[in-house]
């Protein structure tokens, strides 16, 4: 049986305690930003704005009983103060270096924490030039299979571990986006997937040496990228021998985001769509990566494939039969990590008049996706002291493409997901489902 398992309650989470490392194979913007933040606001310099974990409520009971705690003060997550940051990267700069760089956070915000930021250092990565072509790095690891690659990840996170004294680590992928891969017979099997490795398969990308090297040594992981990583059946049947909760895939950032809140209140009004274009401008490490027509072709299958899930032209094809949807992404330089979406919409309502709805949405990258890392990396450890293993579907509400089980449709509608994530919360601290019916305040 493939996803997740979980007959948990309050009584068998088991508590927090103790330190929590968090590993990401990536140094750059997304993981830069994300380090950053949890130290200032560690240091009371600024808030957790965009964290679940960390800001918002989850109603209990009716709505007449007035109960709605934080989720931290409701489930028992890791305390940020006892949270320890690594990092694998095949360039060599150090985490303030590498925040320097990527230009995210200003100067007034990296000065204060430079000197943390500046001893977090990057172990070697396993990285291979075909699989993200617009990067060279010099701080990689040498093996002369990928199984022995995988092996000396294994090493890291044991030294990790014990170098900083931790009681748990979990790993969430804040690297580039890798050339698309096809699931294939290579990863059908865990035999077939490490047979793969000793002869070193090229359908064997870096990421699944990553969550492989991960799940082994029982280490939650979730993947941030639309590459194929752990979304096979040869490590989800692994994360299930093994008793590790996985997710992924793609953090559900920008332009996807708005997708998951626009065509969920189309579908809900019944209003028809003919066509969805979308175009991005960034400038930063992943926008170059991206201009790589393999490694977009990966990022391209995980934006396209939102919306025919959410709006199921097969049960509505009146409304969304053959609707077009078009998506492009430029690599522009001057712009960094401050990306630009703009997307039309060509909508149809009564009587089959014409409307339009255009979007300008100018975000910035990694301040929507480091709150998603510390959500994922609190989330995930909690599911593991629940006992949950395997595909975390109700951590959906933060991917582009949500893992689901075997012959499963995945979730998309962000509301839908939303619902999944805290209803997950509420059942395993034996709490009641919310169903929002509400007929129980108007009876006769």
């Not at 391209?300 to 959410?310: D, F, G």
Request: aromatic share 8%; glycine share 8%.
């Amino acid at each position: 049986m493939q996803g997740n398992s979980s007959t948990g309650s309050r009584s068998t989470v088991r508590p927090a305690t103790g330190r929590l490392g968090i590993l990401t194979p990536g140094l750059g913007a997304v993981a830069t930003t994300f380090m950053a933040g949890v130290e200032s606001i560690r240091r009371g310099l600024s808030k957790p704005i965009g964290s679940l974990t960390q800001m918002a409520t989850i109603r209990l009971g009716k709505r007449t009983d007035k109960r709605a705690p934080l989720i931290r003060d409701f489930v028992p997550l890791a305390n940020l103060q006892d949270l320890v940051f690594g990092a694998w990267d095949p360039i060599p700069d150090d985490a303030y270096t590498a925040a320097k760089k990527a230009g995210v956070l200003e100067d007034k915000d990296l000065e204060p924490i430079a000197d943390f930021l500046r001893g977090i250092k990057p172990m070697p990565a396993v990285f291979e030039n075909r699989y993200v072509t617009r990067i060279n790095g010099t701080n990689v690891k040498q093996g002369k299979t990928k199984r022995d690659l995988a092996e000396q990840l294994r090493h890291d996170i044991r030294e990790f571990k014990s170098k900083h004294s931790l009681d748990r680590v979990v790993c969430v992928w804040c690297a580039s986006t890798e050339t698309y891969i096809k699931p294939g017979p290579q990863h059908a099997t865990l035999e077939q997937f490490e047979k793969a490795m000793e002869r070193n398969d090229d359908a064997i990308a870096p990421s699944m040496l990553y969550a492989w090297a991960c799940i082994m040594e029982g280490v939650p992981f979730a993947n941030g990228a639309p590459n194929l990583a752990v979304d096979t059946p040869a490590l989800i049947e692994l994360a299930l021998d093994r008793g590790v909760p996985i997710s992924g895939k793609d953090f559900k950032t920008g332009q996807t985001w708005m997708k998951t809140v626009i065509a969920p209140g189309l579908k809900a009004r019944m209003l028809g769509l003919a066509g969805w274009y979308s175009t991005n401008i960034l400038g930063n490490r992943d926008g170059e990566v991206l201009d790589d027509p393999a490694s977009f072709k990966t990022k391209e299958e995980s934006k396209l494939s939102v919306l025919h899930t959410i709006l199921q032209p097969e049960v509505y094809p009146e409304l969304y039969d053959k609707f077009s949807h078009v998506v492009r992404i430029n690599y522009y330089p001057p712009r960094g990590d401050n990306k630009e979406g703009w997307d039309n919409i060509d909508i149809v309502g009564w009587m089959g008049y014409p409307m339009q709805i255009k979007v300008n949405f100018l975000c910035r990258d990694s301040i929507l996706a480091a709150p998603i890392v510390l959500d994922l990396a609190l989330f995930s450890d909690f599911a593991q002291r629940a006992d949950m293993k395997g595909i975390q579907e109700w951590l959906s509400f933060y991917y582009k493409s949500p893992m689901a089980a075997s012959g499963l449709q995945a979730e998309h509608d962000l509301f839908i997901q939303q619902t999944k994530l805290k209803n997950t919360l509420r059942h395993l601290m034996g709490e009641e489902q919310i169903t929002h019916l509400g007929l129980e305040y108007y009876a006769s």
